[in-house]
């Protein structure tokens, strides 16, 4: 059976990182990954016609912080994540606003690991297990439903905010539920909370 592509999105003006992100993922074998320079202009629209999954993006990039914006304030391409390329150390009020930061220290392998840890979710051959709950992403919707904000759901299972939101965008994209009353419900009657564990945050 003949895998999927999956389309990714490089929003640079550097012509040496988009060739070089280019480069290290086409070349992989097992995947078939297809890279696109984006434009500024018409973000969404390139994202529709090109079946963009994912997005490579330059923080310095004017449109980036655009489209960080527009994600994080209108929910617009809510369902596709944006990692970001540094050259150095980001702060953590701009590295936040990335569902990942790659560095271009990172070794090949690396690079593709993160790149596919964010995509996979969104891959069209996932078929019916997409819709399938992973035992950490269960263990975060305990941790939405008991009210705790996602640095405090980082610290208790020892991950990053950033794949904490990743979690949470994957259980929403899942369940098709927006909303923490929504995942609240979902618990309760999936038996993955009691009432009682989180009385106090529903009083």
Do not use: W
Request: aromatic share 4%.
């Amino acid at each position: 059976q003949k895998m999927k592509p999956l389309n990714i999105g490089i929003l640079s003006h550097s012509y040496l990182l988009t060739q070089g992100l280019t480069q290290i993922l086409q070349n992989r074998k097992d995947h078939d990954i297809r890279c696109h320079g984006m434009m500024a202009d018409n973000i969404a629209k390139q994202i529709a016609t090109k079946n963009i999954r994912l997005i490579i993006a330059d923080p310095l990039h004017p449109a980036t912080q655009q489209i960080v914006s527009n994600k994080c304030s209108e929910n617009i391409y809510a369902d596709t994540p944006i990692i970001a390329v540094s050259s150095g150390v980001l702060p953590d009020a701009i590295s936040n606003m990335f569902d990942a930061v790659i560095s271009l220290y990172d070794s090949p392998e690396r690079i593709f690991h993160t790149v596919q840890s964010h995509a996979s979710g969104f891959d069209p051959d996932y078929g019916d297990k997409k819709s399938e709950l992973t035992s950490r992403e269960k263990e975060i919707i305990k941790g939405i439903v008991k009210g705790l904000s996602n640095k405090e759901i980082a610290t208790e299972i020892n991950v990053s905010v950033n794949t904490v939101m990743t979690h949470r965008r994957n259980i929403a994209s899942k369940l098709q539920i927006h909303s923490p009353a929504g995942l609240t419900i979902y618990a309760i009657v999936s038996k993955l909370v009691s009432i009682d564990e989180i009385r106090h945050s529903i009083n």
